[in-house]
């Protein structure tokens, strides 16, 4: 007996064994005669389809046309907005519910200049904070603009001057050799670490490495999340290998999970990783610094900067020309060590990635502790 599925349809046997179909929907609740298919119960449910009222905007009767608040209703059913990544997306509705708390009522064509000037002044103790309300300001007047609400934008030119900082601070070999000497093989923290060392991945990207990436003894089809762009393959060296089999589950997608047996989102973990390194007085790291010292180890092993990039998944290459000086000026904490070690004979050594279709003529390999395949040059 074939079985029509009807949408809105709710069907049931009532207490007298009798077939009863409503059509639900917009909490309206209409009879529909008959049974499914008959001639009643057809013109009944078109009846009832083309007379739905479409579905009421959420606070779409306190909202004033032309407002701050109108204006923020609709950047938020936007495409535009709807393409942002889910971080992204969550922290401009808290800035959005901020605006709409203070000014949702005031028209947004009578915002001047001036008035940004003062709500990005009274953010001045953190620049971090004025710069993404200046963002999210831009964002509803270039809205405005596009729906015909006004013709100039009051956010143009004005900018937000961070305050000049080393960035994250990267991790040194010793640094390292603490944190392992704490977490032995068989922790999470140590599997946390191997990860972010042995692949240079984002927090946002490793807290979603499985057992379905690995691939020929590499990590592979990992997407970026940030930029959308798709990774090499990256090996997987012995020491990241082991901490997987030691304590990686095996009943899950991802490697790395929280207290709850979840996985980790990109924030939690960098603050779980934080408390990790602060428990064993290893304060002022995080786990963007381990990224940055992945990086500083292949320019040390002679890494270009575009191989550097091409790894690391920087989109621009000024990013990774930055990482590869670093280690010539000591930048970032690179550590010069004995001539003989083969991370320190720079100009001597090339990195290989068999994913790149070239491969160069080389006399002799030995494998390096990053877990990449290291050869001399003729």
């Known amino acids: 007996m074939t079985s029509l599925r009807l949408r809105y349809v709710h069907a ?10 409503y059509f639900r929907r917009h909490s309206r609740r209409i009879p529909l005669p008959g049974l499914p298919g008959s001639a009643e119960f057809n013109r009944a ?26 204006m923020i209703v609709g950047y938020l059913g936007s495409a535009a907005f709807g393409q942002l990544a889910a971080a992204s997306q969550q922290q401009y509705r808290r800035i959005f519910e901020e605006l709409r708390h ?6 947004v064509a009578t915002l001047e200049r001036r008035h940004v000037a003062l709500m990005l002044e009274a953010k001045a103790a953190t620049p971090a904070v004025a710069r993404n309300l200046l963002r999210c300001l831009r964002l509803l007047v270039q809205h405005a603009i596009k729906i015909g609400v006004r013709q100039d934008d009051p956010t143009g030119g004005i900018r937000v001057k961070m305050p000049k900082t080393e960035g994250f601070r990267t991790w040194t070999e010793e640094n390292i050799a603490a944190f392992e000497a704490a977490y032995p093989i068989g922790t999470k923290p140590r599997l946390a670490l191997e990860l972010l060392l042995n692949t240079a991945l984002r927090c946002a990207d490793v807290v979603k490495v499985g057992r ?8 592979a089809g990992m997407v970026q999340q940030k930029t959308g762009a798709p990774l090499p393959p990256i090996p997987i060296g012995a020491d990241l290998a082991a901490a997987i089999n030691a304590a990686a589950p095996t009943e899950h997608l991802v490697f790395l999970l929280n207290e709850r047996g979840r996985s980790f ?56 020309r930055a990482l590869h000086e670093g280690r010539r000026s000591g930048a970032h904490g690179a550590e010069r060590g004995n001539e003989n070690e083969p991370a320190t004979r720079i100009g001597k050594l090339r990195c290989w990635f068999a994913t790149s279709g070239r491969e160069r003529p080389m006399k002799r390999a030995f494998s390096m502790p990053w877990g990449i395949s290291v050869r001399y040059c003729r």
């Open 212 to 219: 379905q990436h690995v691939r020929n003894g590499t990590i």
């Open 12 to 21: 049931f046997v009532d207490r007298h064994g009798r077939p009863r179909h």
């Open 45 to 70: 449910y078109e009846q009832a389809l083309a007379d739905t009222p479409p579905a009421a905007e959420v606070g779409a009767a306190r909202t004033v046309a032309g407002s701050v608040n109108a």
């Open 102 to 107: 203070k000014h949702g009522d005031r028209s």
């Open 265 to 320: 989102t990109a924030k939690g973990f960098g603050q779980w990783f934080t408390k990790q390194c602060e428990r064993i007085g290893l304060e002022g790291l995080s786990p963007h610094g381990l990224r940055k010292a992945a990086c500083r180890r292949l320019a040390e092993a002679g890494c270009s900067a575009n191989e550097i990039a091409a790894l690391s998944g920087h989109k621009e290459l000024e990013r990774g």
